[in-house]
């Protein structure tokens, strides 16, 4: 089991991102959660591993907004807001999805700024009919930190409104720096890069890496007991180009290995359709334009 130090939820230097003019609070955090569900201890733990782990590899301060809605507005059991919130604030919450096996979990923005439509307010959803066995399978980490990394921004809400994705029945990421990166790891791969799941129908907009290319990799859409779910610098990529500025460092060790004979897996956990649209998208405009 892995342990942090700090009892409370890590904290991250926020991109100073200087302006003429502007001081801004030299440190905040990069993501705070709630959790608006009774969550064991070692739960709490896997939450407070991920959140760690994103905000070492990510930083960039999305502006303070002014939050006020009612309760239940984004996810039933979301409480009243009424604050104004630096950054991402992210709800976790355990209820019933569709019973045992099946989908896990499930992520939803729902506040998007309209400055660089990453998110504000996003929730996770974990599946209680899941989480026991997915915490004693061990696979449980690599799932909360893949829902995080869809609240932090890798959604098509965040990255096809940038113009970052295409393709219909071969869809595929275009962003620079994931390209590049994935030429790095992956150079064997003739097809156009960067190739995201094509088995759901919903081209661009399925926000995970196609699984027969990437094999074990954190932002695929399943989940299999001897998966680790590395951090690849592709994924990293993926934030830079969407905005956050991200330290490769914190990559895990990872080559594009696909899922091929000897090598495949059975799933025993299904991450598709786990990021739930909603619409129309509610846009909150930082306090201070910049
Ligand atoms: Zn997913």
């Not at 604030?89 to 569709?98: N, Y």
């Not at 907009?205 to 001897?226: I, Y």
């Not at 490769?248 to 649209?277: C, H, I, K, Q, W």
């Amino acid at each position: 089991m892995l342990l942090v130090a700090s009892a409370g939820l890590s904290l991250a230097c926020g991109g100073s991102d200087p302006v003429a003019g502007l001081t801004l609070a030299p440190h905040t955090s990069q993501i705070e959660v709630r959790f608006t569900s009774a969550l064991t201890p070692a739960q709490q733990n896997l939450v407070a591993v991920a959140v760690d782990k994103w905000s070492r590899a990510l930083s960039k301060d999305l502006g303070e907004f002014s939050l006020s809605t009612p309760a239940n507005q984004c996810f039933t059991g979301q409480p009243r807001l009424n604050e104004t919130h630096r950054n991402l604030l992210l709800f976790i919450s355990v209820a019933d999805i569709d019973g045992p096996a099946g989908a896990v979990a499930f992520t939803q923005v729902c506040s998007l700024s309209n400055r660089d439509t990453l998110p504000i307010v996003s929730h996770i959803r974990l599946d209680r009919a899941d989480l026991d066995s997915m915490e004693a399978r061990g696979v449980l980490q690599g799932v909360i930190t893949h829902e995080m990394a869809h609240a932090l921004g890798f959604n098509p809400q965040s990255y096809a409104t940038k113009g970052l994705a295409g393709g219909t029945s071969d869809p595929f990421f275009e962003g620079a720096a994931a390209r590049a990166e994935f030429a790095k790891h992956g150079a064997w791969y003739t097809g156009v890069t960067v190739p995201l799941e094509n088995r759901s129908g919903l081209g661009p907009n399925d926000p995970h890496w196609r699984l027969v290319v990437f094999g074990d990799e954190l932002m695929v859409s399943t989940v299999s007991r001897d998966f680790k779910s590395p951090l690849s610098t592709i994924t990293l990529g993926f934030f830079q180009d969407i905005g956050y500025d991200v330290d490769f460092s914190v990559a895990d060790p990872y080559e594009v290995t696909p899922l091929f004979g000897g090598d495949r897996r059975l799933p025993e956990g299904s991450l598709r359709n786990d990021f739930v649209m909603r619409t129309p998208p509610t846009f909150v405009t930082p306090l201070v334009a910049r």
